[in-house]
């Protein structure tokens, strides 16, 4: 058989159930050799790209920024995202396409459906772009979530802050991110406020208020599920944020073993009953007496996932191909406890400094700081530029570390 002819083996026979579900005719194995293409030229892609290249399959992405984080490392097409004939020359130059970001035109990944193999399909990318629909589709699995109400006016957002109770979260069903698109309100007076904030133009978006979950802790599991069926997920990892944004992800997750295993059942239970491919994240809220909510999904590499690169057997980003592609998924076994910390554009020049030169305080907590760099034309504050993985005997250890670098105070 010729290489080319190897490349590129399709399954026998009827569609399965996975691939009716990714909108793909027959489930297919791409080996190493073939082209994978990425709707999205960020960091994710980016790392997607390091890792799946190391594995050696080629990759182009789309993006509109002339010098995406993506672009650097793998060939790229500058257009927007919503340009079909930029998505049709993406899909002429990939055997197979994915996404890195999950607010991609669904026009575009339905289209890239139907003239492309694409065994994420459209209908989770549909699912996830709309908190409304998201929720429903979380509880039709199965799964929980926190009480929540759909609300299209002043008046709706009071009668169901008076059904759910204070304190609740005000979000856009569509978009948002890092805090963007929501208001926390924790008191009746606060309402209107909220309101007009999340909704500030003649024209009011599609709204959820989600009632405040008293949590112990945030934590997420990232799960992969193949083209064929196969799923396997990563330790959950503990997340903190500042500001809405990401600061930290602590694993193993400082919770018991038994809400580790449901929150790992949780996230398999979510990724097989949506019949999804490739990589979910899935963000929950663990309660002080047990209880597990759902809070997001993400159908893709998540922020929280950064810690498997150094720390797993297998990444995150290598996973994602290994499912996309459909080879067997790879082992998630924890070798070492880890601190994945983000670098904001503010912390950037600091974490460089800290982590390339050599630091007392390394050696004596016994860490091995690990630094990823997304190549990001821009450093703003606030803007993720990149993150570190502190390898570490204990947690505790990683945690200081960060405490007394002093990057992370401002």
């Known amino acids: ?29 791409l080996l190493p050799g073939s082209t994978v293409g990425v709707l999205g030229g960020g960091q994710l892609g980016r790392m997607m790209a390091l890792a799946g290249s190391a594995m050696g399959y080629r990759f182009v992405a789309l993006d509109p920024a002339p010098d995406a984080p993506s672009g650097q490392v793998t060939p790229q097409i500058t257009a927007a995202y919503n340009d079909r004939d930029a998505a049709r020359e993406l899909a002429r130059r990939s055997d197979v396409i994915t996404y890195e970001f999950e607010n991609v035109d669904a026009g575009v990944a339905a289209l890239l459906a139907e003239e492309s193999y694409v065994p994420q399909g459209s209908a989770l990318l549909y699912t996830t772009q709309h908190r409304l629909r998201e929720k429903a589709a979380i509880e039709a699995a199965g799964v929980p979530v926190a009480p929540y109400r759909k609300v ?26 890092d805090g963007k698109g929501q208001a926390v309100i924790r008191q009746e007076e606060e309402l209107e406020e909220a309101f007009r904030q999340v909704a500030p133009g003649e024209v009011i978006p599609e709204l959820v208020l989600e009632k405040f979950v008293a949590f112990q802790c945030e934590i997420s599991v990232v799960a992969a599920r193949s083209a064929s069926g196969e799923v396997k997920s990563f330790p959950p990892s503990e997340n ?5 944004i990401l600061h930290l992800s602590i694993v193993p997750a400082r919770v018991s073993a038994d809400i580790q295993r449901r929150a790992c059942e ?28 759902v809070n997001e999904l993400a159908p893709r590499p998540h922020n929280s996932g950064h810690y498997t690169m150094d720390a797993c057997v297998t990444s995150q980003f290598e996973q994602h191909v290994r499912a996309i592609c459909n080879l067997p998924l790879g082992d998630t076994t924890l070798l070492t406890p880890v601190v994945m910390v983000n670098v904001l554009g503010q912390h950037l020049d600091g974490a460089i400094k800290a982590t390339c030169t050599h630091e007392e305080k390394d050696n004596k907590l016994g860490i091995v700081p690990k630094l990823h ?23 505790g250890d990683g945690l200081s570390w960060v405490e007394q670098s002093k990057l992370w105070r401002n």
């Open 373 to 395: 760099i997304y190549g990001k034309t821009e450093s703003k504050t606030g803007r993720k530029m990149g993150h570190i993985n502190l390898l570490c005997k204990d947690t």
């Open 1 to 29: 058989m010729r290489p080319e002819e190897l490349k590129l083996q399709e399954a026998g026979g009827a569609a399965s159930p996975a691939a009716q579900a990714s909108g793909a005719d027959t489930v297919r194995t």
């Open 240 to 244: 903190i944020h500042v500001n809405n």
């Open 266 to 293: 949780l996230a398999e239970t979510l990724i097989a009953g949506l019949n999804a491919v490739g990589l979910l994240a899935v963000e929950m809220f663990a309660t002080a007496d047990g209880e597990l909510f």
């Open 152 to 177: 299209d006016s002043l008046a709706e957002l009071k009668e169901a802050a008076a059904e759910l109770g204070l304190p609740c979260v005000l979000k856009t069903a569509t978009g948002g991110y």
